[in-house]
């Protein structure tokens, strides 16, 4: 079952802040997040992991809400280079997974 | 250290005619993934291997066959091309630092396929 992000898209200037999020029907054992940009494969940011382990890109910052089985990305400050769709990619909690199941991504726009 | 490769990059096909795509990651991962990407869709798993000589589907396997003879290669293979596989094409590989989850995914540069 598919994660819902929100929002679809979103245009920043330099230098705004922005928040997407990642909600799951069900439990989540992780959640991933990637970078796409047009043309271009998808790209690690960072994973959150269940317990509140947390890897990932220096200058981004996520969150991870067990009980209500959603992420959070914050991309603070923004730069043209944020600008891609981004994307969450969940795990589901249950032995033998290994597989994530991809949102439809939000479209991220910088502009100057 | 090329990370993960596939070819080839852009193929054109007929309604009914066959190819395989091939995957082939340099990292010694043991899970490599196919996914496709249709527009608003995100990515979509199709099938997916945990070790050499193991393959399991995913959310959208019809009209796919996958095998994984070696660790390195992943191969995706469409038996009779059909306009709805009209699509990028992208493979993954990950390391797994515990059994049962998935660590990072590298993706190749995808494989852009039109079927006629």
Not at chain 1, 3 to 14: G, T
Not at chain 2, 26 to 39: A, G, L, S, V
Not at chain 2, 40 to 54: D, N, P
């Amino acid at each position: 079952q598919q994660p819902v992000q929100s929002p679809q898209a979103v245009i920043l200037r330099e230098g705004e802040d922005a928040v997407i999020n990642c909600s799951s029907s069900k439990a989540l054992y992780s959640v991933h997040w990637y970078r796409q940009k047009h043309g271009e494969a998808p790209v690690f940011l960072m994973i959150l992991l269940k317990g509140g382990e947390q890897k990932g890109h220096e200058k981004i910052s996520a969150s991870f809400n067990e009980k209500k089985q959603q992420s959070s990305l914050y991309l603070t400050a923004s730069q043209l280079s944020y600008s891609g769709t981004y994307f969450c990619g969940t795990e589901y909690s249950g032995a033998g997974s290994y597989q994530l199941t991809f949102g439809k991504g939000t479209k991220l726009s910088v502009i100057p | 250290n090329a990370g993960v490769t596939q070819t080839p990059k852009f193929r054109v096909l007929k309604t009914g005619q066959s190819m395989t795509l091939l995957c082939a990651q340099d990292m010694n991962h043991e899970y490599m993934y196919w996914y496709r990407q249709d527009p608003g869709m995100g990515l979509r798993l199709i099938h997916y291997s945990v070790g050499e000589g193991t393959t399991a589907k995913g959310e959208v396997p019809d009209g796919y066959n996958v095998s994984r003879l070696k660790k390195q290669n992943f191969l995706l293979g469409l038996e009779s091309a059909a306009p709805s596989q009209t699509s990028v094409y992208f493979c993954a590989s990950s390391y797994s630092e515990e059994a049962g989850s998935t660590d990072t995914q590298y993706f190749g540069p995808g494989t852009r396929l039109t079927v006629l």
